[in-house]
C-alpha cells in the first residue's frame, strides 16, 4: 500500500521525487500523480493527527472508496444546507452518518468529512454564488448620489443625502433622505430601518465612514461609541467591510445603484419644499420597486421578505433606542462638567481624572471607568450649575446649608449675648450673604473654645459697643478677658438736682472764702 502520509511529509522537506521514491519504495510516476492529487484536493502537510494513510488515500481517490463501502459526502448538498439558518457541518456530519448506516455504508469520520466539503467549496467558489441566511445580515450605506430640496423661504437648494439598507436574502431594502450625514442622522437611520423591517438582523455590515467605525485595522475595530450602544441595544454585531472592499456588502452595492435607478433618477424632475414631501415620495417609490416582480425567478422582494426572511428577523425591543451623545472630560477644581452651557457636578473625588458623559434630550450621565458615578435630569438654556451636595466636600456643604435661621438657631442654644451678636453681624451689611463668612466664623470659634466662653466673650464685647466686631471676639477669647468677672460697685450715687449729673456746690468752690 502507497504511504501517502509519508509522501506528503517528505515533499514538505524539500526532497526531489526520485529520493521520495526511494524512500517510500514507490515509483516515481506515482510520486508524481500523488504531488498533482495533493494539489487538487488542497492537500498538505502537516495532516490532522486522526487522518489515517487510509483516508489520506479515500480523499485523493474518491472513486476508489466508493468501490470500498464507503459512501462519499454530497458536497452539492451540503453546500446548499450550510445556507440554512443555524446548519452547522457538524449537523450534516451527524445526519450524513444516519444515512450511511440505513445504507450499510461506512461514513467517512468528521475529519475526513470536513475535507472533502471544503475541497469542494475552494475548487467552487470563483462560479457558485452561496445564498445568505435568512435574517443573518444587513448592509448599509450611502447613496452616492443626491436630491434637491428647496427650501420653501429663501428658495435655497438644499442638499438630501439617501441612507439605503438592504437585506441580502430577500434583496428587501429601505431607503430615506436627511439633510447631512452626521451621527445623529446616521443612528436615527438604522432606528427607522429596524421599525420598517419589524425586526433585527444578527449582523450589521456598514462602511468605514467616521460616523460609524472610528478605526479598523487588520487587529483592530473600534467603532463609534454611540453606534456601538446602538447595536447592544437591538442586540446584533457590528462587523464593518473591509477597507476598500465593496464585495463584503454587495447588496447594500447593488441596492444604491438601483435605489439611484428606480428613485432619485426617477424623481430628477420634481420639486420637493421638505424632507417630510421627499420621504413620502420615496417610499411610494420603495414599494412600487418592492413589488416589482424579479426577472429570473418567481415572487418579487417584498413576497421574498414575507415568506423567506421575516419570521428569522429577531424581534425588536420593548422601546426604541433614545439617541444619546458621547464625549469625555476632565474634572476641573469646580467639580463641573458642561454640556452645551449648562453645567453639571460630580463627586469631587474625581477632580483631575478624565470622565466619559453621555447625554440624551432627557438626561446627562457621567462614566469613570465605565461605572456611573453621577447623573442629572437635563437643562435647557441659561440656568444656575446644577450641584447635588452629596457631590461636595463636607466645608463645601456646610456652606451651602447656611442661612439666616441656620446661624440664629444656633445662636440661641448659645445664650442672648450671641444671639444678639448674631443679628448685629447679619444685619452690618447690605446684602445679607454677605455676612455669613463672619456668622460662620463665630460658629467655628465654638469648636476652638466652649459655648460658655462664646457667650462671656460676646457679652464683654456688648459691654463695649453695641455692633462689636468678630475681630473683638477674637481678641477677647485670645486675652482671656471673657474670664475675669467685671467688679461690682456697691455705693449707690445720689442725684445732686432733679437731673443726674448737676454740679454742685463743690464744683465750683462754693462755701470757700479767701
Not at 47 to 57: F, H, Q, R, T
Not at 80 to 105: D, I, R
Not at 294 to 314: D, M, N, T, V
Request: charged share 25%; glycine share 6%; proline share 6%.
Amino acid at each position: 500500500m502507497v504511504n501517502y502520509r509519508e509522501i506528503l511529509r517528505l515533499r514538505s522537506l524539500d526532497y526531489s521525487q526520485r529520493q521520495v521514491a526511494a524512500s517510500v519504495r514507490s515509483s516515481r510516476s506515482t510520486i508524481s500523480e500523488v504531488y498533482q492529487l495533493a494539489d487538487r484536493t488542497g492537500l498538505s502537510w502537516p495532516l490532522p493527527s486522526d487522518m489515517s494513510d487510509a483516508d489520506v488515500g479515500n480523499l485523493l481517490y474518491p472513486e476508489k472508496a466508493f468501490k470500498s463501502g464507503r459512501k462519499v459526502p454530497d458536497c452539492s448538498y451540503l453546500h446548499q444546507e450550510l445556507a440554512k439558518p443555524g446548519v452547522t457541518l457538524t449537523l450534516l456530519w451527524s445526519e450524513y452518518c444516519e444515512q450511511c448506516h440505513s445504507e450499510q455504508l461506512i461514513p467517512y469520520q468528521y475529519t475526513q468529512f470536513c475535507e472533502y466539503y471544503r475541497t469542494y467549496a475552494r475548487r467552487t467558489k470563483a462560479t457558485m454564488r452561496i445564498k445568505r441566511k435568512p435574517g443573518e445580515l444587513l448592509e448599509v450605506d450611502w447613496a452616492g448620489k443626491t436630491i434637491s430640496v428647496v427650501d420653501e423661504i429663501t428658495g435655497e437648494i438644499i442638499p438630501a443625502y439617501v441612507f439605503v439598507a438592504s437585506l441580502p436574502c430577500s434583496l428587501y431594502g429601505y431607503a430615506e433622505a436627511f439633510p447631512s450625514m452626521v451621527t445623529e442622522n446616521w443612528i436615527n437611520a438604522h432606528i427607522h430601518t429596524y421599525r420598517f423591517f419589524g425586526g433585527v438582523t444578527r449582523i450589521l455590515v456598514p462602511d468605514n465612514l467616521k460616523t460609524g467605525v472610528i478605526k479598523h485595522t487588520r487587529s483592530e475595530i473600534v467603532l463609534n461609541r454611540t453606534y456601538q450602544e446602538m447595536a447592544e441595544h437591538y442586540g446584533t454585531a457590528v462587523i464593518p467591510a473591509r477597507p476598500e472592499a465593496p464585495k463584503d456588502k454587495p447588496s447594500a452595492e447593488g441596492t444604491v445603484g438601483v435605489i439611484s435607478t428606480w428613485i432619485i433618477a426617477a424623481l430628477r424632475n420634481e420639486k420637493f419644499f421638505s424632507f417630510a414631501e421627499l420621504n413620502h415620495a420615496i417610499k411610494e417609490k420603495l414599494d412600487e420597486f418592492h413589488s416589482k416582480p424579479f426577472q429570473k425567478k418567481k415572487g418579487s422582494r417584498l413576497i421574498a421578505f414575507e415568506e423567506e426572511e421575516k419570521s428569522f428577523l429577531l424581534p425588536l425591543p420593548a422601546s426604541p433606542y433614545e439617541m444619546a451623545v458621547w464625549s469625555t472630560a476632565t474634572i476641573q477644581p469646580d467639580y463641573l462638567i458642561t454640556v452645551e452651557k449648562c453645567k453639571y457636578s460630580v463627586p469631587f473625588e474625581f477632580i483631575g481624572h478624565t470622565v466619559d458623559i453621555r447625554y440624551t434630550s432627557k438626561t446627562i450621565e457621567v462614566f469613570f471607568q465605565n461605572n456611573r458615578i453621577a447623573s442629572h435630569v437635563r437643562r435647557y438654556g441659561r440656568c444656575e450649575p446644577q450641584i447635588l451636595p452629596e457631590h461636595m466636600p463636607d466645608n463645601h456643604r456646610k456652606f451651602l446649608a447656611w442661612n439666616k435661621d441656620t446661624f440664629l438657631d444656633w445662636a440661641e442654644t448659645v445664650g442672648q449675648s450671641t444671639l444678639l451678636v448674631m443679628k448685629a453681624f447679619l444685619s452690618s451689611c447690605k446684602v445679607e450673604q454677605q455676612s455669613y463668612k463672619s456668622c460662620g466664623a463665630l460658629m467655628k470659634l465654638a469648636d476652638r473654645y466652649s459655648v460658655i466662653r462664646i457667650e462671656d466673650a460676646c457679652s464683654r464685647a456688648l459691654s463695649y459697643t453695641p455692633n462689636p466686631s468678630l475681630k473683638s471676639i477674637q481678641t477677647i477669647l485670645k486675652t482671656g478677658q471673657d474670664k475675669v468677672k467685671p467688679e461690682k460697685d456697691t455705693a449707690t450715687p445720689q442725684p445732686s438736682g432733679r437731673y443726674g449729673f448737676t454740679r454742685g456746690a463743690d464744683y465750683f468752690g462754693g462755701g470757700r472764702h479767701d
